[in-house]
């Protein structure tokens, strides 16, 4: 078999990343997202896409994404292979410089439609043959007004808190106890619990949405419940996080804290918020359904 060629696209070919066939079954596609350079009104880089190429033709391609201020990717959310060329996307991935997490993009259900079944079973093999592990699947939602506002339990009061150093003692007790396998896998190495709540930190910030959208709860008596922190990412707005305190949960307050998340957003002029969990964090997932927020996607994280 022809040696394969492994290299990232140059603002010059770009054009190359759609000679390869995609039958819009996984990944960004299947939502109607189409590759597309920064340049071109897009999302990507080139030289964060990269080929394999046999005979001068594609048969393996990933796409790396990042913010728009980013100077590295944030994460690989694009990739596929040709029939029979498993073993070139899994070289593709093994050569390529840039080893950041994975998120598999699958529509809901995707285990029971047996097409899109197989071809993502076949990314997540090639993958893993790379050396990645699959972490966690996550729900993927959305809201938008025709979904119809939630109404405000009433229980909690909201407030902004514009000191950071109090918002990482919250983002500390969050995580103290927690069911979100990425705070759980950081918390097992070696930055531990503080690394998992600065982590969350530096995401808030990361997001372009202001620092005073960021507010704590508290019952009436005055005692903190959790945080809440409405925010727009590169896409558009979305629940930035939502976290009950260890000492108040059992109330179901994440509950009220998404549904003052979404009014929060839905004032700002929001017309579509984005959200998620895991699939094993029942209370939340149950939470987003109560507040009318629909599973758009799925998503199989690999590290």
Known sequence: ????????????????????????????????????????????????????????????RAAWWGGPEDTEPVLLNYFDFAEGEDAAGTELLRRAPCSVE?????????????????????????????????????YRYEWT?????????GRLVFREEPDDAVILDVLRRVHSVTLDAHARRTIAGPGGLEQAARDELDFFHWCPSPRSWWQLAHTPDGALAGIHVPARNPGGPCIGFIGVVPEARGHGYGYDLLVECTRFLAGEGATAVAGATDRGNVPMAAAFARAGHRITQERVHLV
């Open 102 to 138: 994975y998120e598999l993009i699958v529509p809901p259900a995707w285990r029971a439609a047996p097409e899109v079944r197989a071809a993502a079973s076949a990314r997540i093999a090639a993958a893993e043959a790379a050396g990645m592990k699959p972490l966690v699947e996550r």
């Open 1 to 60: 078999m022809t040696d394969l060629v492994i290299r990232p696209l140059v603002p010059s070919d770009t054009r190359l990343f759609h000679t390869l066939h995609d039958p819009g079954l996984v990944g960004r596609s299947a939502f109607g997202h189409r590759w597309a350079t920064v340049a071109d009104g897009g999302e990507y880089r080139p030289e964060w896409t990269w080929v394999a190429l046999r005979d001068g033709v594609v048969v393996a």
């Open 145 to 153: 007004p025709a979904d119809g506002l939630p109404e405000r339990p």
